[in-house]
């Protein structure tokens, strides 16, 4: 029979961490009076990416005020996320709250995440500024419309749900196991779990959405452009077909864009004849193609089955240059030179469909077989250099 201590409700909370020493401790002190006013089991795992602050020499201090503190010092990792999902390798309880340590999210609001799922009303519970009697202190214009165009962004992936770039959120540890595989990019783990672990049921606690007070943001243009190719990533894994196409749509357009201005320039300014302005415009088109493709091949490296992706870009260029040159002067005699442009390029953007999906075996999008999480380098070791706990 069970004690009842083992019956008592117990609660991970995962806190990622890089230059935050001040405002740890007023953290740990909120979060270990709000779980013991319930008189709940609960430890708060530390994952700092190997702060040059006084993170290290803080984390231990406070293990020894509080034994529920453990920490984990990454060395070579770096990232929010990837921090959030080494914490869940380490977690030991049933229940699993994540937040920030900037004091933004209310320690004391944390317990009130996890009662939905005590009573089985949630899968996953979001602390949320959107719903009535949630809000955020002292926003201005340009946060408040960076915050609406990454929340829109995300809508086809969460219906009504208010708040979904929220980081403040609780669920329990089987949803993990439910999930497929974890690769996010950026900060917004809490999309990842949402999406990847198809989740229905989550409820929106209101919470009040504090200033920084210590320390810098960690928000920086960067992470927002991580945020969109991990948008990327999941449109690709929730809509395997549309997404794709429409992306792949989206690239030819900007292509013919600048194709159209470069061979028109070369006619106009150049006073080259139309085939070779539309020998020398082609090229534009394949240009912006190897823009996306760069980024394409560094975020999302693990869709991508051939091993030399830019060798093969080269052939399929040269398919699709050779395509579009034929096609062109075939037009052209019957043609005016925009029509004879015009199917030009129509012509390298089949060729290029075609070759792309032969040799590039591209695989955005297969869901293939339900994978545990992904555990991060590292998470298990508990060399004393890196891993503390009371």
Known sequence: MDSPETKRISVSIIVPTYCEAENLPPLITQVADAFN?????WEIIVVDDNSPDATAAVLPALAKNYPQVRFLIRKE??????AVLAGFALARFEYLVVMDADLSHPPEMAPALVDPLLD???????????VAGGRTESWGMFRWLNS?????????????????MAGFFALRRQLLADCDTLNPIGYKIGLELIVKGRVRRI?????????????????????QFRYLEHLSRLYDYQFPRGSPRVKFLIVCVCGLLVSLGAIALLVKVGHAG?????????????????????????????FIRMK?????FFLISCGEWCAGLLAGWAAHQVCGMLWSALLA??????????????????????????????????????????????
């Open 203 to 223: 409820v929106e606690v209101p919470i009040v959405f504090r200033n920084r007070t210590r320390g810098k943001s960690k928000l920086t243009l960067a992470e």
């Open 77 to 82: 990792d770096r990232g929010l996320s990837s």
């Open 148 to 164: 609406a165009v990454a929340t829109a962004l995300s809508r086809p992936f969460v219906g009504q749900i208010r708040d979904s």
């Open 37 to 41: 006013a319930r008189g709940w089991l």
């Open 120 to 130: 089985n009303r949630a899968d996953f519970v979001i602390g949320s500024r959107n």
């Open 274 to 302: 139309f085939l070779p302005a539309l020998a020398l415009g082609l090229p534009a088109m394949i240009l912006v193609t190897l823009l996306f493709f760069v980024r394409y091949v560094r975020t999302q490296r693990d």
């Open 308 to 312: 030399h992706p830019y060798r093969e």
């Open 345 to 390: 390029l129509g012509a390298l953007v089949v060729v290029r469909y075609v070759l792309r999906k032969i040799l590039l075996h591209d695989v955005r999008g297969i869901r293939g077989q339900r994978l545990a999480p992904a555990k991060p380098a590292g998470a298990q070791e508990k060399s004393p250099s890196v891993l503390g706990s009371s």
